[in-house]
């Protein structure tokens, strides 16, 4: 184990000089790196929305409006098609999904379905157009009447369709707004997730998103006083529509379109030459220029509306005929608005209406301060660990400390390398892989020593402390990596950032633990040659212990049933601080200006004036920053937007809006099902990856134990009062692999004791495999317990319930490694029909093994 060819270890130190290299790049300023020569890697990694600020927005697409669209088309065109045939109908009219039409002549009937048979026919789908979608069904309920009726596949499609569209209209109007590097893509079958990364002003941003832009020019229906068709009927083919002043101005406006947005070429925000005023100006095509000439000249002296979204911009009167194709749009604009509105024009319209259903901006001063957090918590709780190793091994520690150097570089370079985004909980899991990756090198220095004391020479320790290391860690290590992956695939935003950085945290661990490591110590012993392995300073776990653990069981059983117990109770019973992210609603942090203190007295008597529902308002973090959170809204999805208009409307001449989260009921809910899912799915995985490496009795004892731990940390949720987010469920999934990971190293003991001790009574065998490993076992703990810390006490408050969630399953994972998931496999008697009688004295270890 312990030889390396020539050519091995200059691989090894290759992959390690280059991850140097690649992750080089971070620690240098972006105008350092634009004097480097081109070959040398100058990719940095890409800072997430929580650390440079910027804005992330869920939009969905509205089906019912692609619906009604769709009904309101086929009403129209079966209108116009049995009047081009000449077939009499009465009755034509839409509900539901649904357009029916009754047949006034039985004989037309089949001339009425050859009229309409085209609405029947199929449209090409899929990427490459090789699958047909019929749009509608019909159906003939009684002799003379057709039932057009929209199928499910068919909305899909129209849905599909649409998202693409605003795909490409979303991204004209973000890049229109000068941003760098936005991330525009589609996200499931109906969404598209908008992030901007640095955008300053976040509301003008939903805007321009959240308008349709569907642009018209309509004649003003002036045949009757528009009074009179509010207060009794509009004519046929007019409707009332309203203005966007302030008071709003009804008009009766025609229904047949002249010319719409699609015939735009171009649209800039200009000023008026004669009033000076801001306005839009536009220029039509050529179809365009025909169609608006042709209708000016024929209504000179009437009023023509400019329609956006159903809303009159204005409504000026034709003087003189406008043949030339352009004109431009007047309507009480600010310079800013009249540009938004160019913006939407050039851009185009979008098919159907998009709403806003999350939210999440970060103000950049809190970004920086972000990233100031976490490389003070990483330095903090690098030393730490560092200084621990020393203390605790040595020289042997000193090695470990430059393999957790390249640990770190390697998974700086590997980020860099995919174009991964750094996100706050990012830097978490690579401080949380620090103390993981140490965990490693305690396994194998740990067991190193064993093989010492049972009197190998210092070579054959060392090379038996690798090799027999090696499949707990690889087993330790891939439970923690399968509930990483769920986490991955279930998780979104910096959830996923985190478990991006945790996985390629777990696949170096294992390099730089058994190679780069293994490599080092080879080294050492080829030139030094030692006689005895080094001494550490301080022993925290002395050898030989033999603590009765098996003996405790009854009571270690007892304690958790109750604690468990009471945990579910008051799970049940009294209500967890669940965040926006569960059951939806507003969060905002806001700072005071100027750095005086927050006045929550005052933002509490405001915010309670606005009519926005439960408003809690508390200090977060230094006495200038205020959480505020609004609940949920009954009114649906655009009233959550309502709220953070109201209350940055309210506060923002006093205070600065530094991170605002909106989530709206159909997200929070699908969050939480995913959340339930997700350690569903993990606890299967591990379970069925520890019955394949084991028997079934480890398998359902690690599983019963990680289960106690999950259980443990939702009462301490419900206990403490921490907020329960998407990164409480990072957390929870992460202390289940990280219990098993604990667990396995008692399991892969006891099961190398059960081949050696065939006769061992199970209770004495499983106390020796204990105290044996209770050294790998705690002082692992302490290495991630100390990582944790420093993210507690210095990473800042956005990730605090994440860190002490991971802080006390840790401490619960190590307690149930020990006293549930051992003594559990007496109760599942892994030795059928041996006694398992404590009191009775067995054979120790020592004489077994002579």
């Not at 760098?180 to 990364?197: S, W």
């Not at 490496?693 to 289960?707: C, D, H, P, S, Y």
Request: glycine share 8%; charged share 20%.
């Amino acid at each position: 184990m312990l030889y390396f060819s020539r050519w091995k270890a200059i691989a090894v130190w290759v992959v390690v000089a280059l991850s140097v290299l690649f992750a080089l790049p971070n620690l240098i300023p972006q105008h350092v790196l634009a004097t480097w020569p081109s070959w040398v890697p100058k990719k940095q990694m890409t800072l997430g929305l929580d650390l440079q600020g910027g804005s992330h927005i869920l939009l969905e697409v509205a089906r019912q409006d692609l619906i009604n669209e769709r009904l309101n088309a086929t009403r129209d065109e079966i209108r116009t098609k049995l009047r081009d045939a000449k077939v009499g109908y009465t009755g034509l009219a839409a509900s539901g999904r649904t357009v029916q039409v009754r047949i006034r002549d039985a004989v037309d009937i089949e001339k009425a379905k050859d009229a309409l048979k085209d609405l029947l026919a199929p449209v090409s789908a899929g990427v490459f157009g090789t699958t047909t979608v019929h749009e509608l069904s019909l159906e003939e309920p009684e002799p003379g009447v057709l039932k057009y009726t929209l199928t499910d596949q068919g909305i899909d499609y129209r849905v599909s369709t649409a998202v693409t569209q605003s795909i490409e209209v979303v991204g004209r109007r973000v890049n229109e707004l000068g941003t760098t590097e936005p991330i525009i893509q589609r996200q499931g079958n109906d969404r598209i997730l908008v992030q901007v990364p640095g955008l300053q002003d976040p509301q003008r941003l939903k805007e321009i998103l959240g308008q349709t832009a569907k642009l018209t020019f309509q004649m003003v229906d002036q045949s009757v006083p528009v009074q009179d068709a509010i207060r009794g009927r509009p004519p046929a083919g007019s409707t009332v529509m309203y203005s966007t002043d302030d008071p709003p101005v009804p008009y009766l406006i025609e229904n047949r379109v002249i010319v719409s947005g699609e015939n735009l070429v171009d649209a800039q925000a200009t000023f008026d030459q004669r009033t000076s005023e801001p306005v839009v100006s536009f220029r039509f095509d050529g179809k365009g220029a025909q169609r608006f000439g042709q209708a000016t000249q024929e209504n000179v002296g009437r009023l023509f509306a400019i329609i956006l979204d159903n809303q009159v911009i204005s409504a000026p009167q034709i003087r003189e005929p406008i043949l030339g194709g352009s004109g431009q749009i007047s309507g009480h604009f600010t310079p800013q608005s009249a540009n938004d509105l160019a913006v939407l024009l050039r851009a185009g319209a979008l098919p159907a209406t998009l709403t806003v259903i999350e939210e999440r901006t970060v103000g950049p001063g809190l970004g920086q301060d972000s990233i100031h957090a976490g490389k003070v918590a990483g330095i903090i709780g690098s030393i730490l660990v560092v200084g621990f190793m020393f203390v605790a091994y040595g020289f042997l520690g000193f090695l470990a400390n430059i393999a957790l150097a390249a640990h770190v570089a390697m998974i700086i370079a590997a980020l860099s390398l995919i174009g991964a985004t750094l996100t706050l909980p990012g830097i978490a899991g690579i401080v949380l892989t620090i103390g993981m990756a140490v965990d490693s090198n305690v396994l194998i220095y740990e067991r190193i020593r064993e093989e010492r004391r049972n009197g190998r020479s210092v070579i054959q320790a060392m090379d038996l402390g690798f090799s027999r290391a090696l499949n707990t860690i690889v087993d330790s290590n891939v439970t923690s990596f399968i509930a990483t992956v769920v986490l991955f695939y279930l998780g979104s935003g910096a959830v996923k950032g985190f478990a991006v950085t945790f996985a390629i945290g777990i696949l170096t661990t294992v390099f730089t633990a058994f190679t780069f490591t293994r490599l080092l110590v080879a080294t050492w012993l080829r030139y030094s040659r030692p006689k005895e392995l080094p001494r550490a300073p301080v022993t925290f776990i002395p050898p030989g212990t033999k603590i009765p653990f098996m003996g405790m069981r009854r009571w270690t059983f007892a304690l958790s049933t109750v604690l468990s117990i009471a945990s579910v109770v008051l799970f049940m019973t009294v209500d967890m601080n669940y965040g926006v992210d569960f059951k939806g609603g507003s969060l905002i942090e806001v700072q005071s200006k100027g750095g005086q203190p927050a006045d929550i007295g005052d933002i509490r008597a405001r915010l309670s004036q606005l009519n926005i529902g439960e408003v809690q308002v508390q200090q977060f973090g230094d006495p200038t920053d205020v959480l505020i959170r609004v609940a949920t809204q009954e009114a649906g999805e655009n009233a959550e937007q309502s709220v953070v208009t109201k209350v940055r409307d309210e506060l923002q001449n006093q205070y600065d809006f530094r991170r605002v989260e909106v989530v709206g009921p159909t997200v929070s809910s699908e969050l939480a099902r995913q959340g339930t899912i997700g350690m569903l799915i993990a606890l299967v995985g591990i379970l069925f990856y520890v019955w394949f490496r084991f028997e079934w009795q480890f398998a359902v004892g690690a599983i019963v134990a990680t289960v106690h731990d999950v259980v443990m940390t939702i009462g301490f949720f419900v206990i403490s009062g921490i907020e329960f987010n998407q990164s409480s469920i990072a957390a929870i999934l992460t202390i289940i692999g990280y219990s098993l990971n604990d667990t396995i190293v008692v399991y892969d003991r006891v099961r190398e004791d059960l081949r050696k001790y065939k006769k061992m009574p199970l209770p004495q065998l499983l106390n020796n495999a204990v105290n044996e490993t209770l050294s790998r076992t705690t002082l692992t703990s302490v290495t991630t317990i100390l990582a944790l810390l420093a993210l507690v006490l210095f990473g800042g408050e956005v990730i605090r319930s994440f860190t002490l969630a991971m802080l006390f399953g840790v401490v619960f994972g190590t307690y149930s490694s020990i006293f549930i998931a051992a003594p559990l496999l007496i109760l599942f008697k892994l030795r059928p029909g041996q006694a398992v009688d404590e009191e009775k004295p067995a054979p120790s270890s020592k004489a077994l093994a002579t």
